[in-house]
């Protein structure tokens, strides 16, 4: 197979949630109830073993630690370890920024348009519970379903706020430890595969989409910006689930532009060989993950990290 989207769909990824278990005893409890782990060199082998296969098979991810790869149409919402909340059902590619934002235990972090908490919670497991990550979002409705997320995972870090982040003052002494930002704005949602909006029909749906992406970049620019200028902060995680290039490098090129004496872009991941589209200068330091190229959904993650220089000034 060439990719997810000519197989049909995308592999069932599984996040151990480290809060409540580890690695180890997830493998551990499905290979005691019938699941072969399996070792293929690369995903694509992975899809292609398991496709005629009649046995249950799993492999760990290969770049990220704490993910374990299920062939897709995988059910597991009934299992009692998603139940419990021991393991999540993610995307892959949606557990890229937690990853890239690498917070260290005990960090006080900002995800600043969190509901209903992925991100949250997958930083909240990689920081062992420990440290503060204060959790905003303008939806009410989202944010009651992340508080159910958070007890569920035992998440016991986060502490939400219902409100525009954009009316969060970055002087506000309760943030003046925050090091860490996820901004991961609403977004057109064109990257996610059971929704893919590419055929558009006539003229009036193409202007009226070419208005909501410009709308949109308007939005997730000024999120992103106002992360930029939390003080204290040394890296900001800008992520979203489309694949337009208005929402991910264009806005990526004009935040550097507006703070670009005070930032500049890394690489994460530098075994991660989909990057950015090259449309400026360090533009493919930037991460693209694609249902073809990567058997996720699509998605975009860049880094952002304070300079050098900046840091000296503020200590
Ligand atoms: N990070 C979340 C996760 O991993 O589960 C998904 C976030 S979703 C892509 C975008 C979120 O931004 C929505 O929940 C939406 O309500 C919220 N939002 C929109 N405008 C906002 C604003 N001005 N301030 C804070 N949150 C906002």
């Given at each position: ?260 004496d005070r930032y500049t ?41 304070k300079k050098e220089s900046e840091m000296e000034q503020k200590r």
């Amino acid at each position: 197979p060439k990719g997810a989207l000519e197989t049909g769909s995308i592999p069932r990824y599984v996040r151990i949630n480290r809060i409540k278990t580890s690695m180890k005893a997830v493998i551990q409890d499905f290979k005691q109830n019938d699941y072969q782990l399996v070792e293929p060199q690369n995903i694509s082998s992975f899809v292609t073993q398991s496709k005629n296969s009649v046995d249950k098979k799993f492999m760990c991810d290969k770049h990220l630690s704490d993910v374990l790869v299920f062939p897709a149409g995988t059910d597991l919402h009934d299992h009692p370890l998603y139940v419990s909340g021991h393991i999540l059902l993610q995307d892959k590619a949606s557990c890229l920024p937690a990853h890239v934002l690498a917070a260290p235990s005990g960090s006080h972090v900002i995800d600043a348009c969190a509901a209903p908490g992925n991100k949250s919670s997958h930083v909240a497991s990689l920081m062992n519970n420990k440290g503060k990550i204060f959790a905003f979002d303008s939806d009410s409705k989202r944010l009651t379903v992340m508080q159910k997320l958070m007890k569920k995972a035992s998440v016991e870090c986060v502490t939400t706020r219902n409100c525009s982040f954009l009316e969060v003052d970055p002087l506000d002494v309760k943030y003046s430890n925050v090091q860490y930002i996820v901004v991961d704005p609403s977004c057109s949602g064109s990257g996610i595969v059971s929704r893919m909006d590419n055929f558009i029909d006539d003229a009036e749906d193409k202007r009226k989409k070419e208005k909501r992406l410009e709308s949109l970049a308007k939005f997730q620019l000024s999120v992103l910006n106002h992360a930029l200028s939390f003080p204290f902060v040394k890296r900001v995680v800008y992520s979203t689930c489309s694949i337009h290039q208005q929402e991910n490098e264009d806005v990526v090129e004009a935040a550097l532009k507006a703070n670009g004496d005070r930032y500049t872009l890394d690489r994460p991941l530098p075994s991660w060989t989909h990057r950015g589209m090259a449309v400026f200068p360090g533009a493919e330091k930037c991460i693209r993950a694609s249902p073809d190229q990567d058997y996720t959904n699509g998605f975009f993650v860049a880094l952002f990290v304070k300079k050098e220089s900046e840091m000296e000034q503020k200590r």
